[in-house]
């Protein structure tokens, strides 16, 4: 018996895929281990198939067009985006059979329909409008042209009661340096023409919840987009002395989901221009990285405030030492320079039933705070002063016991 012909490429860390019936057809597959999975509709006949528990989508479609996604779901994975894992790609099948796409089964992760499905879940309209206006967002900042951006080309993963959304999907997908507007208007009217269509589909088969007009619903998704593309891509211009825009700029992305880990400003006639290169993070990625350049323990929120604070903190070393700076070697300097002296000027009494790291997090809220309402950057050393002569901070309420009137004591 001659051995099936085929040529597979993929990556290190996976099953080989050599038991796989790779002489037949994609849709008359009868192996052990495949596997159903809910999941959108597509072009393409796709099939799920399982090895030790790890779940493998296999899309069967053009050898020309199963490269080119294969390519383009590379090089945006290694930009850190969400999108699926690329694991190999077969060609060169018998019988002129069509090529397959191998990606990684996103874990947790459903369709927009089975989002639908049953009992959906809290706020289910403004969770996918923030996760596919966000994705969107983030592949056009990086240059890259979709061409048929939908619901059923993205995936969901529950995230912290919202909705985290990932491409899987770039058949027609385009890679630019940057997007001209012309290239995201076309692309947003196919992503607006798309999920009307989509969302009308689900209407007909599951019915809608009462509140959720498929054409509002895509014209809102749309216009999120656009207030996020303004925020994320706006030029800004502010003096030395006002500082403190940053935060407030810093503070903006975050609530959208953004983290920055470089802030570059250039000189200009009319002050410093601020650039910035925002990238969606993970739950627990701004603990985890504080923890690893400085050694410093803290909740997500201080951590991201932190690390904000390091990287404004670089910023100014550079500029004023006109030489880079690793980011390590200014977490180290921050924390000695910055954080400890921060810390030390707070009497105990203050903070004892405080961690250091909330503390310092209040110091940058009130430093913030004052800047604010004087029109200009006020510094650490002025904040903490301020800071230590207002009245004791005020503490989260799970943290105070009323025991009789008027009687508040602390938590141990």
């Not at 491409?167 to 023409?193: C, F, K, N, W």
């Not at 990238?279 to 985890?288: D, K, M, N, S």
Request: proline share 5%.
């Amino acid at each position: 018996m001659e051995p099936t012909r085929f040529q597979l490429v993929a990556r290190t860390g996976h099953p080989s895929f050599l038991d796989l019936p790779w002489d037949e057809p994609l849709a008359e597959w009868q192996t052990r281990r495949l596997v159903n999975v809910i999941r959108g509709i597509s072009r393409h006949v796709v099939r799920f198939v399982e090895y030790d528990g790890a779940l493998y989508a296999l899309k069967e479609l053009p050898e020309r067009p199963a490269r080119r996604e294969w390519r383009l779901l590379r090089g945006l994975e290694s930009q850190g985006l969400p999108v699926v894992e690329t694991v190999g790609i077969v060609t060169d099948r018998a019988d002129e059979l069509d090529a397959v796409l191998i990606t990684r089964h996103l874990e947790y992760s459903l369709p927009y329909r089975a989002l639908f499905a049953g009992a959906a879940i809290p706020d289910l309209r403004t969770h996918l409008l923030n996760g596919l206006a966000e994705l969107l967002a983030r592949v056009h900042v990086r240059g890259f042209f979709w061409g048929d951006c939908s619901l059923s080309n993205a995936l969901f993963r529950r995230d912290a009661g919202a909705l985290s959304a990932y491409l899987v999907d770039a058949e027609t997908g385009e890679q630019h340096p940057q997007l001209s507007d012309g290239q995201r208007g076309y692309d947003l009217d196919i992503a607006q023409l798309n999920i009307v269509g989509e969302l009308l589909d689900i209407d007909a088969e599951l019915g809608l919840p009462a509140d959720l007009d498929p054409e509002e619903t895509a014209e809102e998704i749309i216009e999120r987009y656009r207030s996020l593309w303004h925020e994320l891509t706006r030029e800004e211009t502010f003096g030395v002395d006002e500082r403190y825009k940053l935060d407030e700029r810093l503070h903006r992305l975050n609530a959208l989901g953004f983290d920055v880990e470089e802030i570059q400003l250039s000189a200009t006639p009319d002050g410093y221009r601020l650039n910035l290169d925002p990238h969606v993070v993970e739950p627990g990625h701004h603990r985890h990285r504080l923890l690893r350049l400085t050694g410093l323990d803290a909740q997500e929120n201080q951590a991201r405030r932190m690390l904000n604070d390091i990287a404004r903190y670089r910023e100014a070393i550079e500029r004023k030492e006109n030489r880079p700076l690793s980011e390590s070697l200014a977490a180290s300097r921050w924390r000695d320079e910055v954080f400890e002296p921060t810390i030390a000027a707070v009497p105990e009494h203050l903070w004892a039933a405080l961690p250091a790291a909330e503390v310092f997090h209040q110091v940058l809220e009130h430093r913030w705070f004052l800047s604010e309402r004087a029109g200009k950057d006020i510094g650490i050393d002025k904040a903490v002063k301020s800071y230590v002569k207002s009245e004791l901070p005020m503490l989260p309420a799970e943290r105070i016991v009323l025991e009789g009137p008027g009687r508040a004591e602390l938590d141990e």
